[in-house]
């Protein structure tokens, strides 16, 4: 089956940039999606089809797609952006769902 | 307004059945798939099943497969998701979600909790 790879936390100081990374094999060639889940709350969809925003998401928020790695980006980390962050594709061979290990975002 | 709300969540001795349902508002369930996502305690989302818009086409993760069994009912705009043999591994929140075109999980509801204990 098909595996997403994620590094478990990252930490970033308010103001700066976070990445968070998605490696899977040949990843580039399927359609990334992010979410972010803050306890207690539903998953939101901050970022879908590798780099395109649903509406009321702020432009903070991108993502990059290509060859083994997907990427989310938040621009000017705030305080309030702390959660756990998951990518998501589908896996057309088993015709399931495949969610990344998740990463938790600490904002020093 | 638009809203998928799960109910049914409850404490199960293993071995034993439960069955929670997802409730939904705003748009029409037979119009959409509808999946089942979890998360056990400490540990990441795991996707669990679908039901799909139309003919109500079925899929299971290999941990669910022939425990759990998926179903929508149109009259009630609603999704079920029953779990026979339920192991202590099944401890989780479960969510249901909406599927848009390309696989992309847009709205999600707030999750029900299922914990199977002795």
């Known amino acids: 089956s098909y595996v997403l790879t994620q590094p478990p936390s990252v930490s970033v100081a308010p103001g700066q940039t976070a990445r968070i990374s998605c490696g899977g094999n040949?990843?580039?060639?399927?359609?990334v999606h992010w979410y972010h889940h803050k306890p207690g709350q539903a998953p939101v969809l901050v970022v879908f089809?590798?780099?395109d925003r649903p509406s009321g998401i702020p432009e903070r928020f991108s993502g990059s797609n290509s060859g083994n790695t997907a990427t989310l980006t938040i621009s000017r980390v705030e305080v309030g952006d702390e959660a756990d962050f998951y990518c998501?594709?589908?896996?057309?061979?088993?015709?399931?769902?495949?969610f990344g290990g998740g990463t938790k975002l600490t904002v020093l | 307004q638009v809203q998928l709300v799960e109910s049914g969540g409850d404490l199960v001795k293993p071995g034993g059945s439960l069955r929670v349902s997802c409730k939904v508002s705003?748009?029409?369930?037979?119009?959409?798939?509808i999946h089942w996502i979890r998360q056990a305690p400490g540990k990441g989302l795991e996707w669990v099943s679908y039901?799909?818009?139309?003919?109500?086409?079925?899929n299971y993760a290999d941990s669910v497969k022939g425990r759990f069994t998926i179903s929508r009912d149109d009259a009630k705009n609603s999704v079920e998701l029953l779990m026979n043999s339920l192991r202590v591994e099944d401890t989780a929140v479960y969510y249901c979600?909406?599927?848009?075109?390309?696989?992309?999980?847009?709205?999600w509801g707030q999750g029900t909790l299922v914990t199977v204990s002795a």
């Open positions: 979600a909406r599927r848009l075109a390309t696989e992309r999980l847009d709205l």
């Open positions: 039901v799909s818009s139309g003919p109500a086409y079925t």
């Open positions: 998501q594709v589908w896996d057309s061979h088993t015709d399931q769902q495949v």
């Open positions: 705003g748009f029409s369930v037979s119009d959409y798939y």
């Open positions: 040949n990843i580039g060639s399927n359609s």
């Open positions: 089809d590798d780099s």
